[in-house]
């Protein structure tokens, strides 16, 4: 991870501060004129030349800013963007005061977190309904407000596409999320999330991505275990040798 210094503008805030540091960015708070903004800044690579990393970071802060303006266009809740700097390849955004979905969840009754389902539910189908997939769509990237207002934050592995397998992806990165921290309240959350996800998105390809999801469980279940999945066709038969059956006649 290399170091990297705050941006001018996040500088010339009040209590700027540092929040988080991942491998593609580093996130800084700040108060600027009475409002809270989030400043994401994408981290300079070493390893690559510098005119070319400049280039990727860029071009990577841009296709984020602009899955984001989509996504709200199509009714999805996420942080406003209030400014992108290309030449710093940070995207400056409102900061959403609430908690990450995962740390509600324990604390959440069972009909709540039901309806918490539907509505992300129904907020990812508009996504993919619009050929947007999240990229990265777990627990920690929803944000849910003292209202029982869901976020959608963190694109940066997004991408538009309406291919069933990126659809597929999301979804699984979401089941995944909640069956490894919160298995006894996951079935609670994904059966208002599917019920809802499937009105939106409708009932044929809404089936192709539940199936496909299946089909990419499957695969990490071979992948763990290191068993080799069963062949869908027959098994080739090995040629008699002369001494058996009526060719030895």
């Known amino acids: 991870m290399e170091r990297e210094e705050p941006s ?3 500088m010339k805030g009040e209590k700027a501060r540092l929040i988080k540091i991942g491998a593609e960015a580093a996130l800084f708070k700040f108060e600027w004129n009475g409002f809270s903004i989030v400043a994401k800044k994408r981290v300079p ?11 990727i970071r860029s071009a990577r802060t841009s296709h984020e800013a602009k899955l984001m303006h989509a996504a709200k266009i199509l009714g999805v809740p996420c942080p406003s963007i209030l400014l992108l700097d290309k030449s710093e390849s940070t995207l400056y955004m409102e900061h959403i005061n609430g908690r990450q979905l995962k740390a509600i969840i324990p604390e959440v009754s069972t009909d709540l977190l039901r309806n918490i389902g539907k509505k992300v539910g129904r907020y990812v189908g508009s996504m993919h309904a619009g050929g ?8 920690s990237n929803i944000i849910v407000n003292d209202k029982g207002q869901t976020f959608f934050v963190d694109f940066g592995l997004g991408d538009f ?12 990165l979401m089941r995944r999320a909640l069956e490894s921290s919160h298995y006894s ?9 599917e019920k809802d996800y499937r009105e939106v998105v409708g009932g044929k390809i809404s089936s192709e ?5 299946e089909e990419i469980l499957s695969r990490g279940r071979y992948v763990k275990t290191g068993r080799r999945r069963p062949s869908t066709t027959r098994p080739k038969v090995p040629p008699r040798k002369p001494s ?4 030895a006649m």
């Open 209 to 213: 991505v539940f199936q496909r999801m």
């Open 185 to 193: 309240s996951s079935d609670y959350f994904l059966s208002g999330f």
């Open 132 to 139: 947007i997939v999240h990229g990265d769509l777990t627990t």
């Open 244 to 247: 058996e059956g009526l060719g």
């Open 8 to 10: 001018s503008l996040i």
């Open 45 to 55: 690579k070493s390893y690559r030349h510098p005119a070319l990393d400049l280039k």
């Open 161 to 172: 596409s309406t291919e069933v397998e990126e659809r597929s992806i999301d979804i699984h």
